[in-house]
């Protein structure tokens, strides 16, 4: 069973309250999962007021000028701390796989009849997977982290030797270690191997620090414990893993650690329970999502806006069925490169059927139909299409890695001179859609021609050449991946930003010469030759499904406004009032707001509180006086209250904060929702 305690050497509860901000960057983790700068945080908490929240209501203006005072005389927000990389640290990627080392010599130390597999470096840490009767308990990890310490103490140095392979088989044999005779056999020379002291040593290619003494006790930490299948085959022995963490300073290991809890309180899997967005039924099969009402509703609003921003850039929706003959996938190559990851085949009538796991081939077949003429070029087609892939139960998280999931496709397909505009038109989309969500912040990469390829090398050329050329007019700062592209064509990636600084893969623009090829695509040049198209796959979100999961972490539940599943909350103190509010939520569906009336019968406070946990922007308090003068006592989750507000008004602001997408606070009063 998995341990979710932390065995951290020195105490780091500190208080941590400052205000969100955007910066620029220039650092680039190499990793999607590496955690790089971080950006402050805003608290995130409402405090409930002792006394009746509708007493004593400030002015809204009041209340706008007392915070802006409040800011003018805080304190600025100390720097964030950076955090070394891997890729930017080597000594630190030495210090994280010598203390594997350390910890795998203390679990045998501890465990005598514990095998040892591997244990490698990962981005935060380390980890190191063990055979051992059983499985190990939290208490166990806090003696291991204890005898670690005394390895460390005792300042061993590390001695790489080379060795024949026969000496190593010897060796290995000697101290019966089957997982080590394994991989023994899949290296090649020269074979290493790396003492601690004279006291233990393992099959390892390096690197390390020269001694454990250069490790910290009390910058290192023990996180959890872990299955993991031996090679990752299912039908292979269960293993122990246990991962840690390992930093150059304890300001770092405390800065990671609450970094690491920040991003355990945004967990989307628990607030999309908590908030009624999404569930996973195991009734149902893992990877599979259920969307909830209010789920739905921001879901709604995402693919609107979508296809709204492609149908005014010239785009075409498409819609494409979700099974095909097996012989499309034949022709598509997915049957014989991509099987592991589709679904069975099923019998139709005599006929073998698959769930798509990409929309691309359907797309294709439409382009076929019918002889197509350069004048026609370049043609946008956009689609919101499900796709299954198979994926191992193991690996599947929350929304992130799912089974069932839509992606948000399109397929240009274009002369290769009007490449590059094309690609210069895609980042443009894709930077006002993600502007719109609030990440204004990418780290690119083109990836380029590999070894094994499709495609001749001046299409190659043109093509690599168009991405590059489109990022630089873009101005764009970017990184080059050689070699990373696919073997049908160059590509370029984007990752977005967070709230806390974490890095997500995104947006994909990938050049493809190889289904124009397979599916034979031509159409009627200038000169009356036939030609094959260029063909370019682009995504924005990724998938509608892990684009939500970012947001819903980035934003820790509390939606803007306008994409708010519940945009205003009304909360009747009487039953006569009730009515009143019904009329209000009404008169606000019919402008298109997402508004709801608490009909719990409970007391104003638990109501309030209830809204709160609910992270709904604004509530608007309805007793007999605000009946009576046709007002709304309004409190926003960021300002706090902001007094009584002509009904209307109350609307019509709402209105035109969602089509700005701007806060409630940030309208004025006396501006027209036209």
């Given amino acids: 069973m998995a341990s979710r305690l932390l065995f951290v050497p020195s105490a780091w509860t500190t208080a941590r309250t400052s205000w969100l901000r955007l910066r620029p960057s220039t650092a680039r983790p190499s990793s999607p999962s590496a955690l790089p700068t971080l950006v402050p945080l805003r608290r995130l908490s409402v405090s409930v007021a002792a006394k009746d929240p509708r007493a004593a209501p400030a002015p809204a203006a009041a209340a706008s000028a007392s915070a802006a005072a409040a800011a003018a005389t805080a304190p600025p927000p100390p720097p964030p701390l950076v955090l070394p990389t891997n890729d930017k640290s080597p000594h630190l990627l030495r210090m994280r796989h010598t203390a594997a080392h350390v910890m795998a010599m203390a679990v045998q130390r501890l465990f005598p009849s514990a095998h040892v597999t591997i244990g490698p470096w990962i981005d935060n840490g380390f980890y190191y997977d063990f055979d051992v009767a059983q499985p190990f308990t939290d208490r166990d990890l806090k003696r291991i982290k204890k005898e670690m310490d005394k390895i460390i103490r005792m300042k061993l140095p590390l001695l790489r030797e080379e060795i024949s392979r026969a000496e190593a088989r010897h060796r290995i044999e000697q101290i019966d270690e089957p997982y080590k005779l394994e991989i023994l056999s899949a290296i090649s020379e020269p074979i290493t191997v790396y003492h601690i002291g004279d006291r233990w040593w393992d099959l390892c290619a390096g690197p390390h620090v020269e001694h454990t003494g250069m490790l910290d006790p009390k910058s290192i930490a023990l996180e959890s414990v872990a299955g993991a299948y031996w090679r990752g085959d299912e039908n292979k022995a269960m293993l122990q893993r246990i991962y840690g963490t390992c930093w150059e300073s304890p300001h770092q290991l405390d800065e990671y650690l609450h970094r690491k809890a920040e991003a355990k309180r945004r967990d989307h899997r628990v607030l999309g329970s908590k908030l009624g967005l999404f569930t996973v039924q195991e009734e149902a099969g893992g990877g599979l999502v259920f969307w909830h009402p209010k789920g739905a509703r921001v879901r709604r609003v995402m693919e609107d806006f979508w296809k709204e921003q492609h149908m005014n850039d010239g785009y075409e929706l498409l819609y494409t069925p979700h099974v095909a003959n097996v012989k499309l996938w034949k022709t598509s190559g997915h049957l014989d490169f991509y099987s592991e990851s589709m679904f069975d085949q099923m019998d139709v009538e005599g006929e073998e059927y698959q769930l798509k796991p990409m929309n691309c081939p359907f797309h294709c077949l439409v382009f076929k139909e019918g002889l197509r003429s350069y004048r026609e070029l370049p043609l946008r087609w956009a689609e919101l299409g499900t796709v299954y892939r198979y994926e191992r139960s193991g690996t599947l998280h929350g929304l992130m890695r799912v089974r069932g999931f839509t992606q948000d ?35 690119i990469m083109l990836s380029t021609r590999p070894e094994k390829s499709v495609g001749s090398n001046d299409i190659w050329e043109r093509a690599t050449n168009a991405l590059e050329e489109a990022l630089k007019v873009k101005g764009w700062d970017y990184s080059i991946d050689d070699g990373g592209g696919a073997f049908y064509g160059p590509k370029i990636d984007v990752k977005i930003k967070d709230a806390i600084g974490r890095l997500w893969q995104c947006s994909t623009i990938q050049c493809d010469f190889n289904l124009p090829q397979r599916f034979e695509l031509e159409y009627v040049a200038k000169d009356g030759s036939r030609q094959q198209p260029i063909m370019v796959h682009r995504a924005i979100f990724g998938s509608v499904e892990r684009f939500f999961g970012i947001l819903v972490e980035s934003f820790a539940g509390e939606f803007p406004l306008w994409l708010a599943p519940v945009q205003l909350k009304l909360l009747p103190v009487t039953d006569e009032s009730r009515a009143y509010c019904e009329k209000v939520a009404t008169d606000a569906r019919k402008m298109g707001l997402r508004v709801e009336v608490d009909t719990s019968g409970e007391r104003l406070g638990k109501m309030v509180r209830n809204t709160e946990q609910e992270r709904v922007p604004l509530m608007g308090i309805v007793g007999a006086a605000e009946v009576e003068n046709g007002t709304i006592s309004v409190r926003s989750r960021k300002t706090g209250d902001l007094g009584g507000i002509d009904t209307k008004e109350t609307l019509e602001k709402i209105e035109v904060a969602v089509k700005k997408s701007v806060d409630f606070e940030a309208v004025d009063d006396k501006r027209s929702p036209c």
């Fill in 409 to 443: 496709d399109a397929h240009i397909f274009c002369l290769p001179d009007q490449l590059a505009g094309e690609i210069k038109r895609v980042l443009d989309l894709t930077e006002s859609i993600l502007g719109r969500f609030g990440f204004r912040e990418y780290e």
